[in-house]
């Protein structure tokens, strides 16, 4: 079946710019998280969606990110007036349901460069 | 709160054996295991859970000690598909599956 789905693939801002990036998860799957990798580094966590809520946003760098669900499907991660430090991959997951037990699965990511 | 992994990184020849470590400064009600290969999405290996319970591939194997709060896995008569960099992350709070990761290990196998 289709795998969690993210776009753009690449994404090439100038800094100041406002960005948004797209996931769609696996249809059917409540939980939703939004990660950051930066070259060489981890996974850093940013969001996680239960549903259209977002019972923890603590990862979120600065007011600068936003990120909504609509429908309990496709999710919104946006990057107001983008800095350099902002270029990363932005990796998208989703699950079955929000507990421990259920495994992640990760998209493709989006690549952002701010220049 | 991040878990740590060691080593952080190993060169093993085909056929060698390894083990990847990760700790927890607090007490943990799961571990998750993953391996991201470069250029391509972390995939899941593992879920290991307090008392025992767990699920994941079954070429794949792994301990949890909840007292130590560590988890350890264990790849053995390793291939080269097994290079990548393994991931382990532990919940942020409570029994969600929202998951603080680790730095990670890159393990290389070498023909």
């Known amino acids: 079946g289709a795998g969690v789905s993210q776009s753009p693939s690449n994404k090439v801002t100038e800094k100041g710019k406002d960005v948004e990036l797209r996931c769609d998860p696996i249809s059917g799957h409540t939980a939703l998280y939004w990660y950051r990798q930066s070259l060489g580094q981890g996974l850093e966590f940013l969001i996680y969606f239960q549903g259209n809520s977002a019972p923890d946003k603590s990862g979120l760098p600065s007011d600068r990110f936003s990120a909504e669900r609509t429908g309990g499907s496709v999710s919104t991660l946006t990057i107001q007036r983008t800095q350099q430090e902002d270029s990363a991959v932005y990796l998208c997951?989703?699950?079955?349901?929000?507990?421990?037990?259920?495994?992640?699965?990760f998209g493709p990511g989006t690549r952002l460069t701010v220049l | 709160q991040q878990p740590v992994q060691s080593p952080q990184a190993v060169i093993l020849r085909e056929g060698e054996d390894a083990v990847i470590n990760c700790s927890s400064s607090?007490?943990?009600?799961?571990v998750h295991w993953y391996r991201q290969k470069h250029g391509e999405a972390p995939v899941f290996l593992m879920i290991?859970?307090?008392?025992?319970e767990q699920k994941g591939h079954e070429k794949i194997s792994a301990s949890f000690n909840e007292k130590k709060q560590q988890s350890s896995l264990y790849l053995t008569a390793s291939q080269l598909s097994y290079s990548g960099t393994y991931f382990c992350g532990t919940e942020k709070g409570g029994s969600q599956g929202n998951l603080i990761f680790g730095k990670g290990t890159k393990l290389s196998v070498k023909p």
């Open positions: 997951a989703s699950s079955a349901g929000s507990g421990a037990y259920n495994e992640q699965f």
């Open positions: 607090k007490a943990l009600y799961s």
């Open positions: 290991l859970l307090k008392g025992g």
